[in-house]
Every structure is written in structure tokens, then in C-alpha cells.
């Protein structure tokens, strides 16, 4: 009989997170050793705190196992198909700021553009006799970005980690990627192209559409947002 | 909420009877495996296939596909034997993500017919339209055509560069990049900055910096090479560009639609032989007992959903159900069964018909 609150389970996104609440009069903790995934909340009562790996939240907030939730709005719009219909945007949470993007050599003068990678993917195809690949872990936005924009002959290759790094290990030509300050490609020898963003995404108070409330919860809901502010 | 109801008794009996009904008309019955692999799909229709599919893996096989259709095997299995002239029927289970629609099925039964080796299109193509119009008639469906064939050739037949064919060729099926491409030919978009800057220097290379990647610097040099020689080019004249919005535009009766086409052949002669397909396709309809005057046609139809076809397309809609996707469709495909065939190409036009959405209707009875 509580309100459950998924909020990221380490880094400085639960750090945070943690902070936002707190500044808002409920202190949320992690509880118990450093390793064991327990936590708790003072300042209301009826809220239960649920540390959760950044990349699960969509999935729980979607199956109405917690009722809010903390994570990036990538990562919502990634994994939930019509996100809108199962999760509601309560309130941008200032941090976390990221955009997903699609990077390039630097060495490519001659793309800069959407436009420009479609000519390049399809001189790619017909040299190499197969699609140019681009690596990332996004690719429903990915494909979806791409498709409207006119990008034929590509492929994606899945990267979940290091994915800058695909292109020097020729495993991929181009990548789409989160990036925050644009270093990480900078040192990698990739630009951005300059063409909007796919997403451009900050961690984000959702709240389920689909979890079930008694009456005690909904009025512990609607005290918590009201303490929030949101 | 995603649809879990499994295929009613009556879509699986109707999918049976219609299938019967090709075979008794002289068609081989044509199976094969609902696991299919992946690659030939992929390589045809690219990454967008993927958000139609279900893709999965296999550890010894690689990808593989749960069968979005049957048009792929069947061709691979025609051009395999010594591709006499035939017609087959299918039925089974075909499977599509529905991510924008997730109301839709997507597991259903589809029904097919595909006729290999006409020697006259006109005929098939007629042939091939009225048996499925025949088995459709009595839900009283609002039939769509089209000819991707008219397309093509107006393309071909474009007073331009080779490389600006071949880019407006590969978007045919993508209408918006397609508009975007003639406006950008007929120098109606402004030249992006970054393009500007880089057609202006004189080395544009030497601020490349490191090289990495499998694209070489030759590859980048001729691409800029290719870009500049497209700089130098004349725009594709205003004229054209209406020309070209003029066909793409039209949506009329079959026999209005192509009086409009050939008075905008006048001025795009390219044309005239698709022209004189349809027309020829039109005549032969007309003898199978098509109502040929009141049959509507658009050019621009088959487009967005049906990227194998290069020829006559065509679809049947329910009208008073516009969420339902179309009962029917189909058209020709001779492009496809050359890449399949590894240039041996020949010719082919076929259908599908969903009985599950047949029952949705109240059936043919």
C-alpha cells in the first residue's frame, strides 16, 4: 500500500536525483551496505524508493510496477513503443542533459549533412558491396531519424558501450550516440553532423499511466507531487 | 493494446477455400518455411525492414526472419528450378510489427497469387487484377491503381546528369527525399553552408586531419569530385520540375488519367512508352470485364508501402473501415526477380489477400 518511486541506482544520476528531491523537502537515501540496492525516503509518508538501473525505469513505469519514475527521456523514448500512451513527462529535472546524435569522421569533408550521408552511404554500397554501417544501441530512434530523413543504404550494428570506438576498430563508419560536451568524439576523430539532433534528452520525473492506485495511494500521489511542486 | 487474439477458425477456412480456388484455375501450391533467413530480406529492403520484421538470431545460422511474406521464397524457389512459365497460389502465416499501429494483427493468414513468365504484361496484368477483383466483388472495396513503371521511366527519361538519375531512381520510393532531390537539382534549395564552403576550397582534403574508418580518402576525393562536377551542371529547369509534380499529381479514372498523361508527354516524351503499357494494360482489362471507366488510378500510388514493385500496383480498401489496412494488393515485380535470379530476370506480377480482414467484413458470403 505505497506509492513506489524508481529513481537510478548509482552515478551522479542518482546523486542527482537525490538532490532535486531534497531540495524540494524529501530526502531520499540509499540504505543498508554500499552494494546492497536498498533505499528510503523521509519527509512523506506512503513512498517507497526503488533503485533501478537507469535502463529498466521505462520497462517498470510501463508495466505499472512503480508508479514514478527518474530516467532520461532517450531511454523512454527507446524502449516504450507509443511512450506517450503508458508514461506522462511530469517535470524536466535539469541535469542529465544529453543529445543523441549522429558523428562521422572528421576526416569526411564531405558530409555535414543528412543529405550528404545518404550520397556517401550510397557510393559506400556500391565500393564496399555492402551498407554502411552505423553503430548504436538506440536504434528505433535511430532508424526511425533516418528513414525520415531520406537515409537509404545503411545499416545498424549494435553497440552498447564504447561506441565511439567502432569506427578506428572498423567495425562501423558512423555512429549514433549520446553526447553531452562532444569531447569523447572530438577525441575520437568524429564530428556531428549538422542536422537537428534525433533527441535531445535530460532526465525526467514520469509518472505511469498504468499503475493501479487504491484511494490511499492516489491521495499519497497526489501529496507528492503537490510536495514537489511538479 | 497489443492483439493477442489468434486467427479466427472462419480467416483460416476462408484462407484455405480462396487458396483452393487459384489451384483449380491451374496454380502449383507453393510452400515453405515460416523461419526464414534474414539476409536476402535485409539486403533487399534494408534496416527499415527491421521495423517491420521480426528479426531474431540463430547461433549457427545467423539472422534469421519470421516470414513477412511469401513473394521472396516463392521467387527464390522459381528461379532456382528452370523458370518456365508458371503460376503459384500460397496460404499461411505471415508476421509484421505494427510499432505505429499497435491495433493491427501481426500474425495473420495471407493468401496469394503470383503468375511468372507472361510473355504479354498487358494480359497479365489484367489477368492477375481481375481474379483477385473477381474473388473481392461482392464486399463492394474501393480499388486502387497505380504504375511505378511511369515513374521510372520519367526518370530515365530526364534531360539531366547520369548521377542525378540515379539519385532520383533510388528514392522513388521515398516520396519526401524524392521532392526534395528535384527541388535541390533545380537549384530551388540554398545551398547548404558547410557544402558551400566546401565546393569554394581549393584543398578541401588538407583539413581532413587523421583518417579512420573504411571509407578511404579516394573514396571522400571523388566524392567531392562528384559533388563538384554536380555544382557545375545546369539546374533542372522550373519547367520540369512542374512537369515532374504534374505526373506524380495525377489521380483521375483510368481513361482520364491517361489523357492527362499523355498531354504532359507532350513535353516529357520519356514517358510515352509506360504510357502506351498502361494504355495497352487498360484495353486489356476492359476485355476481362474490368470497368475500366470508372477504375481509379494515381500515379503516385505504391509508393510508400510496396518498394518491390516496378509496374502496375494495385489494392483494395474497405471504405467505411478506414483503420483496416487493405484487404488486397499486389503488382509487378520483374526488378525483384532479377536480383533474386542474379540477372536473370523474368517477368512476374502477383497478389495477396488477408482473409482474416475478410471475415472482419462479414466474409464473401
Known sequence: MTIKLGVPSKGRLMEKTFDWFSARGVTLSRTGSDREYAGAVEGIEGVDLVLLSAGEIPRELAAGRIHLGVTGTDLIQEKLVQWDQKVEPLEPLGFGHANLIVAVPSCWVDVDTLDDLDGAAAAFRARHGFRMRIATKYHRLVRDYLRRGGVADYQLVDSQGATEGTVKNLTAEAIADITSSGETLRANHLKILQAPPILESQATLFRSRVAQKSDTERDVLRALIDRLGV | ?365
Open chain 2, 1 to 365: 493494446m497489443s492483439q493477442t487474439m489468434p486467427d479466427t477458425p472462419p480467416a483460416r477456412g476462408l484462407a484455405q477455400r480462396l487458396c483452393n480456388r487459384f489451384a483449380s484455375d491451374g496454380a502449383a501450391r507453393f510452400e515453405t518455411n515460416i523461419l526464414l533467413p534474414a539476409e536476402v530480406l535485409l539486403d533487399l529492403y534494408g534496416e527499415d525492414v527491421r521495423a517491420r520484421t521480426y528479426v531474431t538470431s540463430d547461433p549457427d545460422r545467423g539472422e534469421m526472419m519470421l516470414r513477412p511474406d511469401f513473394t521472396v521464397p516463392l521467387v527464390q524457389y522459381h528461379m532456382r528450378g528452370a523458370g518456365a512459365p508458371a503460376s503459384y497460389t500460397y496460404c499461411g502465416e505471415v508476421f509484421r510489427k505494427q510499432e505505429d499501429h499497435p491495433d493491427r494483427r501481426s500474425e495473420y493468414m495471407q493468401v496469394g497469387y503470383e503468375d511468372f513468365g507472361g510473355s504479354d504484361p498487358a494480359q497479365v496484368d489484367a489477368d492477375v487484377f481481375g481474379r483477385f477483383s473477381d474473388i473481392l466483388a461482392p464486399l463492394g472495396l474501393r480499388p486502387a491503381t497505380g504504375d511505378i513503371g511511369i515513374l521510372i521511366a520519367m526518370v530515365t527519361g530526364l534531360d539531366t546528369t547520369e548521377d542525378r538519375r540515379a539519385a532520383l531512381m533510388r528514392h522513388i520510393w521515398r516520396p519526401a527525399r524524392f521532392t526534395a532531390l528535384v527541388k535541390r537539382f533545380a537549384g530551388l534549395t540554398p545551398v547548404p553552408p558547410a557544402r558551400a564552403a566546401l565546393l569554394a576550397a581549393d584543398n578541401p582534403l588538407q583539413a581532413a586531419g587523421t583518417t579512420i574508418g573504411l571509407r578511404s580518402k579516394g573514396e571522400i576525393a571523388s566524392r567531392i569530385d562528384a559533388l563538384r562536377a554536380d555544382a557545375a551542371c545546369a539546374p533542372v529547369s522550373g519547367e520540369v520540375v512542374e512537369l515532374i509534380s504534374a505526373v506524380l499529381a495525377v489521380s483521375e479514372t483510368c481513361p482520364n488519367a491517361l489523357e492527362q498523361l499523355r498531354d504532359i508527354a507532350v513535353d516529357l516524351p520519356g514517358i510515352l512508352p509506360a504510357l502506351d503499357r498502361f494504355e495497352a494494360r487498360c484495353e486489356a482489362m476492359t476485355r476481362r470485364g474490368v470497368d475500366v471507366e470508372s477504375l481509379p488510378f494515381e500515379a503516385s500510388y505504391g509508393r510508400t508501402s510496396m518498394e518491390y514493385y516496378d509496374g502496375f500496383v494495385f489494392g483494395f480498401y474497405a471504405e467505411a473501415r478506414p483503420d483496416l489496412p487493405p484487404v488486397a494488393t499486389g503488382g509487378r515485380y520483374d526488378a525483384l526477380t532479377e536480383r533474386l535470379g542474379q540477372g536473370r530476370g523474368i517477368p512476374a506480377v502477383g497478389g495477396v489477400i488477408r482473409p482474416d480482414l475478410l471475415s472482419d467484413l462479414g466474409g464473401l458470403a
